[in-house]
Protein backbone atom coordinates (compact mmCIF):
# COMPACT_ATOMS: atom_id res chain seq x y z
CA UNK A 1 0.00 0.00 0.00
CA UNK A 2 2.51 2.39 -0.43
CA UNK A 3 1.04 4.04 -3.68
CA UNK A 4 -0.87 5.51 -1.01
CA UNK A 5 0.78 8.70 -0.83
CA UNK A 6 -1.71 11.71 -0.13
CA UNK A 7 0.43 14.79 -1.57
CA UNK A 8 -1.20 18.21 -1.70
CA UNK A 9 -0.98 19.06 -5.18
CA UNK A 10 -2.87 15.46 -6.23
CA UNK A 11 -6.80 16.14 -7.04
CA UNK A 12 -9.08 14.47 -4.78
CA UNK A 13 -10.39 12.09 -7.83
CA UNK A 14 -6.76 10.27 -7.85
CA UNK A 15 -6.71 9.84 -4.07
CA UNK A 16 -10.33 8.42 -4.36
CA UNK A 17 -9.22 6.40 -7.50
CA UNK A 18 -6.56 4.50 -5.61
CA UNK A 19 -8.19 4.23 -2.15
CA UNK A 20 -11.13 2.05 -4.15
CA UNK A 21 -8.08 -0.03 -5.85
CA UNK A 22 -6.82 -0.46 -2.43
CA UNK A 23 -10.18 -1.50 -1.42
CA UNK A 24 -11.47 -3.42 -4.09
CA UNK A 25 -8.05 -5.67 -3.58
CA UNK A 26 -8.24 -6.06 0.08
CA UNK A 27 -12.35 -7.19 -0.63
CA UNK A 28 -11.33 -9.43 -3.64
CA UNK A 29 -8.63 -11.36 -0.70
CA UNK A 30 -11.65 -11.49 1.80
CA UNK A 31 -14.04 -13.11 -0.44
CA UNK A 32 -11.42 -15.70 -2.07
CA UNK A 33 -9.53 -16.63 1.07
CA UNK A 34 -12.83 -18.58 2.57
CA UNK A 35 -13.36 -20.40 -0.93
CA UNK A 36 -9.53 -21.74 -0.89
CA UNK A 37 -10.13 -22.88 2.74
CA UNK A 38 -13.56 -24.69 1.91
CA UNK A 39 -11.58 -26.23 -1.19
CA UNK A 40 -8.53 -27.58 1.60
CA UNK A 41 -10.79 -28.78 4.41
CA UNK A 42 -12.74 -30.53 1.57
CA UNK A 43 -9.43 -32.03 0.37
CA UNK A 44 -8.24 -32.58 4.19
CA UNK A 45 -11.96 -34.56 4.75
CA UNK A 46 -10.72 -36.94 1.20
CA UNK A 47 -7.59 -37.49 2.81
CA UNK A 48 -8.45 -38.53 6.15
CA UNK A 49 -11.63 -40.90 4.86
CA UNK A 50 -8.58 -42.35 2.50
CA UNK A 51 -5.75 -42.69 4.60
CA UNK A 52 -3.95 -40.11 2.26
CA UNK A 53 -4.11 -42.65 -0.54
CA UNK A 54 -4.82 -41.10 -3.77
CA UNK A 55 -8.39 -42.00 -4.77
CA UNK A 56 -8.15 -42.41 -8.81
CA UNK A 57 -11.08 -41.17 -11.30
CA UNK A 58 -13.57 -44.05 -12.80
CA UNK A 59 -15.80 -46.77 -11.76
CA UNK A 60 -17.55 -44.37 -9.59
CA UNK A 61 -20.62 -42.53 -10.49
CA UNK A 62 -22.41 -39.53 -8.81
CA UNK A 63 -25.95 -39.00 -9.65
CA UNK A 64 -27.23 -35.38 -8.05
CA UNK A 65 -29.09 -32.66 -10.27
CA UNK A 66 -26.28 -30.24 -10.63
CA UNK A 67 -28.95 -27.40 -10.25
CA UNK A 68 -31.29 -27.53 -6.95
CA UNK A 69 -33.97 -25.63 -6.62
CA UNK A 70 -34.30 -26.19 -2.86
CA UNK A 71 -30.89 -27.33 -0.56
CA UNK A 72 -33.27 -28.81 1.82
CA UNK A 73 -33.97 -31.79 0.59
CA UNK A 74 -31.89 -33.23 -2.18
CA UNK A 75 -31.76 -36.48 -3.54
CA UNK A 76 -28.38 -38.24 -4.18
CA UNK A 77 -27.63 -41.97 -6.11
CA UNK A 78 -23.97 -43.39 -6.38
CA UNK A 79 -23.38 -46.31 -8.49
CA UNK A 80 -19.98 -48.06 -8.27
CA UNK A 81 -18.87 -50.14 -11.32
CA UNK A 82 -18.22 -53.83 -9.38
CA UNK A 83 -18.92 -57.18 -10.21
CA UNK A 84 -19.91 -57.64 -6.31
CA UNK A 85 -18.58 -61.13 -5.54
CA UNK A 86 -16.32 -62.72 -3.26
CA UNK A 87 -12.99 -61.94 -4.56
CA UNK A 88 -14.26 -58.36 -6.07
CA UNK A 89 -16.58 -56.13 -4.42
CA UNK A 90 -17.04 -52.45 -2.93
CA UNK A 91 -16.16 -52.32 0.79
CA UNK A 92 -16.91 -48.57 1.31
CA UNK A 93 -18.81 -45.43 0.08
CA UNK A 94 -18.79 -42.12 1.29
CA UNK A 95 -20.23 -38.46 0.31
CA UNK A 96 -18.01 -35.54 1.52
CA UNK A 97 -18.99 -31.70 0.43
CA UNK A 98 -17.18 -28.45 0.04
CA UNK A 99 -19.47 -25.80 2.46
CA UNK A 100 -21.64 -27.33 4.34
CA UNK A 101 -20.82 -27.22 8.27
CA UNK A 102 -19.96 -30.94 8.30
CA UNK A 103 -17.66 -32.29 5.17
CA UNK A 104 -18.43 -35.80 5.72
CA UNK A 105 -21.78 -36.52 5.00
CA UNK A 106 -22.64 -40.49 4.29
CA UNK A 107 -20.79 -43.43 4.79
CA UNK A 108 -22.11 -46.62 3.81
CA UNK A 109 -20.19 -50.25 4.48
CA UNK A 110 -20.55 -52.92 1.91
CA UNK A 111 -20.05 -56.37 1.39
CA UNK A 112 -20.62 -58.92 -1.68
CA UNK A 113 -23.56 -60.25 -0.38
CA UNK A 114 -25.05 -56.57 -1.53
CA UNK A 115 -26.36 -57.82 -4.59
CA UNK A 116 -24.88 -54.01 -6.51
CA UNK A 117 -22.73 -51.28 -5.05
CA UNK A 118 -25.61 -48.59 -5.18
CA UNK A 119 -26.60 -46.29 -2.75
CA UNK A 120 -29.04 -43.69 -2.51
CA UNK A 121 -30.12 -40.93 0.20
CA UNK A 122 -31.57 -37.56 0.57
CA UNK A 123 -28.87 -34.72 1.98
CA UNK A 124 -29.20 -31.00 2.64
CA UNK A 125 -26.82 -28.69 1.17
CA UNK A 126 -25.95 -25.41 2.43
CA UNK A 127 -25.05 -23.72 -0.94
CA UNK A 128 -23.85 -23.79 -4.03
CA UNK A 129 -20.58 -26.66 -4.26
CA UNK A 130 -18.97 -29.10 -5.27
CA UNK A 131 -19.25 -32.29 -3.97
CA UNK A 132 -17.46 -36.09 -3.91
CA UNK A 133 -17.85 -39.21 -3.86
CA UNK A 134 -14.94 -42.12 -2.83
CA UNK A 135 -15.64 -46.03 -3.05
CA UNK A 136 -13.19 -48.28 -1.98
CA UNK A 137 -13.06 -51.69 -3.23
CA UNK A 138 -11.62 -54.89 -1.87
CA UNK A 139 -8.38 -54.93 -3.44
CA UNK A 140 -7.77 -51.84 -1.02
CA UNK A 141 -8.03 -48.72 -3.98
CA UNK A 142 -10.05 -45.53 -3.60
CA UNK A 143 -12.10 -44.50 -7.13
CA UNK A 144 -13.83 -41.00 -7.23
CA UNK A 145 -16.01 -38.94 -8.88
CA UNK A 146 -17.10 -35.05 -8.33
CA UNK A 147 -19.78 -32.84 -9.28
CA UNK A 148 -20.63 -28.99 -8.63
CA UNK A 149 -23.88 -28.06 -7.44
CA UNK A 150 -26.06 -24.74 -7.80
CA UNK A 151 -28.26 -24.52 -4.99
CA UNK A 152 -30.97 -21.67 -5.87
CA UNK A 153 -32.40 -22.28 -2.04
CA UNK A 154 -29.48 -22.97 0.67
CA UNK A 155 -29.95 -24.77 3.68
CA UNK A 156 -28.28 -25.84 6.76
CA UNK A 157 -26.30 -22.65 7.31
CA UNK A 158 -24.23 -21.78 10.32
CA UNK A 159 -21.92 -19.10 10.35
CA UNK A 160 -19.96 -18.15 7.58
CA UNK A 161 -20.43 -20.51 4.40
Not at 80 to 94: C, E, G, N, Q
Request: hydrophobic share 45%.
Amino acid sequence: MSDLKFPEHQPDSTVRRRLLRAGTAIGAWIIVRPAMAASEDLASAVRAYTGGAAALPGKVKLDVATLVDNGNTVPVTITVDSAMSAADHVTRIALFNEKNPQRDMIRFTLGPRAGKAEVSSRMRLATSQKLVAIAQTSDGRFWSDSIDVIVTLAACIEGDV
